[in-house]
């Protein structure tokens, strides 16, 4: 069975870093792309960013509310992607989830997510 | 980027209850678009991908139909398991794949 946990989270100033982590089990990620998806307490879900496969050159993607500040990566011999947060904001606090998802000929879906791991920003 | 705008923001409703909830594009995405459960505390879960495509695993009530811009999520009969939030998702070319606001399905 498809697995993602991610791990890091915690508290952080603002201005600092922090660094996520998510690994996979049950797939095939080296050929899957790895998506971000975040949420803020009581608030809905944000697409941050996303990693494709090697194949597609480990192409990335963000959302322009973090471009520049977050950098997707991944390491497909240890099956984790990452999420490196500088730069952080207390707009940045929230639920961070990693997904795997699934596009064929018509669709594309986050079909497997993490557990998720909760980031706060504030001194 | 593509908006997604859902409606209503929330409702309540009964066991039993036909109920539909809807999702407008920004502009037309064809057929990607997906519909999420999320139940307080969870990750969201996947109920119906490409518009009208059931997720394995999930229950028959949950259909999804519309195209272009206009989609639309109905639950035939609400059970009680089915009380969670409702998001939609747009996975048109390129990223960003953006979330509606989400729809709280509450006990009336």
């Known amino acids: 069975e498809a697995q993602l946990v991610e791990a890091g989270g915690g508290l952080v100033q603002p201005g600092g870093s922090l660094k996520l982590s998510c690994v996979a089990s049950g797939f095939s990620f080296s050929g899957s792309a790895i998506h971000w998806v975040r949420q803020a307490s009581g608030k809905g879900l944000e697409w941050v960013g996303r990693i494709r496969s090697k194949a597609n050159n480990y192409e990335t993607s963000y959302v322009a509310s973090v471009e520049g500040r977050f950098t997707i990566s991944r390491d497909d011999s240890e099956k984790t992607a990452y999420l490196q947060m500088n730069s952080l904001k207390s707009e940045d606090t929230a639920v961070y989830y990693c997904s795997s998802p699934v596009c064929n000929s018509d669709s594309c879906y986050e079909e497997y997510w993490g557990q998720g791991t909760e980031v706060t920003v504030s001194s | 980027d593509i908006q997604m705008t859902q409606s209503p923001s929330s409702l309540s409703a009964s066991e039993g209850d036909r109920v539909t909830i809807t999702c407008r594009a920004s502009q037309s995405i064809s057929s990607y678009l997906n519909w999420y459960q999320q139940k307080p505390g969870k990750a969201p879960k996947l109920l119906i991908y490409?518009?009208?495509n059931l997720q394995s695993g999930v229950p028959s009530r949950f259909s999804g139909s519309g195209s272009g811009t206009d989609f639309t999520l109905t639950i035939s009969s609400l059970q009680a398991g089915d009380f969670a939030t409702y998001y939609c998702?747009?996975?048109?070319?390129?990223?960003?794949?953006?979330f509606g606001q989400g729809t709280k399905v509450e006990i009336k």
């Open positions: 998702q747009q996975s048109y070319s390129p990223p960003p794949w953006t």
């Open positions: 490409g518009a009208i």
